[in-house]
């Protein structure tokens, strides 16, 4: 026989039974309800937590962000329009701007030497465009007192604050464009007197050759040598002797027109090369020259020194027409010279 719940307080005036079954589906349903709540107020509590976490790590990702752009040694701009929109401090150090003078230009063409401009407007133009442009490339710009200054860039198209705009990094590289220059230099001239070396003397040989085929003109390789100049070092040191070498290196040059060169091939040896010279009588003129002013004595720290030359000449096309054989000829001639001066001496 089946047995019933009352809910009412009175059975027989509330009316309501309820079988043992359905009381506990209902307390299941209640108790799976009250579960999933649970759940989901932990599941959101957790997402929520986890949520403020990344938003705490973007909020220190970004403020590590800005202090890396706005301590970073290379230049960074954000140009939108033609204009400036951001500079960090390194860009207004480079330019001699002020951040707030950067932005108020009225493009970034004012920041660029007059000879780099077209084409950094056209990079510009070309990011923007979504065309390939140089990623990383060489420019001149200017400071704001108007003085130039080279500059690495590289660029990428970006948006900023919903619209197009390139994101530039600049560098600074005065000092590696002066390093380069000077080695460039010291690779083409005698550290000492600052006169071309051999290298750079064949390369002027070599173009003044062509120069006198075409023209159908002469020129004249001299070989000029210091006679007793070992004995100089000896007797008063290097460093007097070094300081002679660049007093005949004065007096040479004051002697030669800026059409001709001079130039040191080590130790006491010096090449002179004449360009357009019309006869052998204008090379004997110059290398008398030479003689008269190396005789005068220099004068060196209290000292007076004597220091006079060999010289050997050849004249092209009538003694050679290669660089080669004209330096050999004035230098066998200027041993002639000289194995002269030391039997008379």
């Known amino acids: 026989m089946e047995s019933y719940i009352r809910l009412a307080e009175d059975p027989a ?36 937590k986890k949520q403020n976490m990344q938003l705490e790590s973007l909020r220190e990702d970004s403020d590590s962000f800005r202090y890396l752009v706005e301590t970073a040694h290379e230049g960074i701009a954000v140009v939108q329009d033609k204009r400036l929109v951001y500079a960090n401090p390194r860009m207004s150090e480079m330019s001699g701007y002020t951040r707030t003078e950067l932005k108020a230009l009225d493009s ?6 007059p000879s780099a401009r077209e084409a950094m407007l056209a990079n510009y133009q070309k990011r923007l465009a979504g065309k390939k442009a140089p990623q990383r490339y060489e420019s001149l710009f200017l400071r704001k007192n108007g003085n130039s200054y080279p500059i690495e ?8 604050q919903g619209k ?4 530039n990094m600049l560098t600074d ?15 083409l001239h005698d550290s000492l007197t600052g006169l071309p070396n051999r290298v750079m003397l064949n390369d002027r040989l070599e173009q003044a ?29 290097h460093e007097l002797g070094d300081l002679l070498l660049q007093q005949v290196t004065q007096r040479l040059k004051a002697l030669l027109r800026e059409s001709d060169t001079l130039a040191r091939l ?18 004997e003129k110059s290398m008398n020259r030479i ?24 004249i092209f096309p009538e003694h050679g027409v290669t660089a080669k054989e004209l330096l050999s000829l004035a230098d066998k001639n200027m041993y002639a010279n000289k194995r002269d001066y030391y039997q008379h001496h």
């Open 13 to 48: 005036r509330g009316g309501y039974w309820l079988s043992p079954s359905l009381f506990w589906v209902g307390l299941l349903l209640v108790l799976t309800l009250l579960a999933t709540l649970i759940y989901f107020t932990s599941y959101y509590r957790s997402r929520l």
């Open 108 to 113: 970034f063409l004012p920041l660029i030497h």
């Open 153 to 160: 860039i590289s660029g990428v198209a970006i948006v900023w």
């Open 164 to 167: 197009p705009a390139t994101l």
């Open 173 to 187: 590289i005065s000092y590696r464009k002066a390093v380069e220059e000077k080695m460039q230099y010291l690779a």
């Open 209 to 237: 050759i062509t120069r006198a085929k075409r023209n159908n003109t002469q020129l004249a390789v001299v070989f000029v040598d210091l006679n007793g100049f070992k004995q100089v070092n000896d007797t008063y040191g």
């Open 266 to 283: 080590g130790g006491d040896e010096f090449i002179v090369l004449l360009t357009d010279i019309k006869d052998s009588q204008g090379v």
């Open 291 to 314: 003689n008269a002013t190396m005789a005068e004595p220099f004068q060196i720290e209290g000292h007076e020194i004597h220091s006079y030359v060999s010289q050997g000449s050849a």
